[in-house]
């Protein structure tokens, strides 16, 4: 069964860092590509980031150069290193794995930027 475990949400104020993990079980996830979502309340759930099984990223343009998603393909394990962060970074950080017809997620982070 797979199972994503997020840790590293938190309180923090403008400008600062915090580092999300998502570590991932059940099965090998090297071709598999993993990313991160988010949901701010009242909002819908967004992207954010996501790197494939090559390392090539993506991201959400608010955060390009903020942000930085990388993975480890020996400990299943997918990062999100969030730098400058601000107000309206607060959210729930969701991470997801997917290839082809599967997708799965984790069951969230809280991310709280406030002053």
């Known amino acids: 069964q797979v199972q994503l475990v997020e840790s590293g949400g938190g309180s923090v104020q403008p400008g600062g860092s915090l580092r999300l993990s998502c570590a991932a079980s059940?099965?090998?996830?090297?071709?598999?590509?993993m990313g991160w979502f988010r949901q701010a309340p009242g909002k819908e759930r967004e992207f954010v980031a996501t790197?494939?099984?090559?390392?090539?990223?993506d991201y959400l343009p608010s955060v390009y150069g903020r942000f930085t998603v990388s993975r480890d393909n020996a400990k299943n394990t997918v990062y999100l290193q969030m730098n400058s962060l601000k107000l309206e970074d607060t959210a729930v950080y969701y991470c997801?794995?997917?290839?082809?017809?599967?997708?799965?997620w984790g069951q969230g982070t809280q991310v709280t930027v406030s002053s």
């Open positions: 997801n794995v997917r290839h082809i017809s599967e997708s799965y």
């Open positions: 790197i494939t099984r090559s390392g090539r990223t």
């Open positions: 059940g099965r090998t996830f090297s071709d598999y590509e």
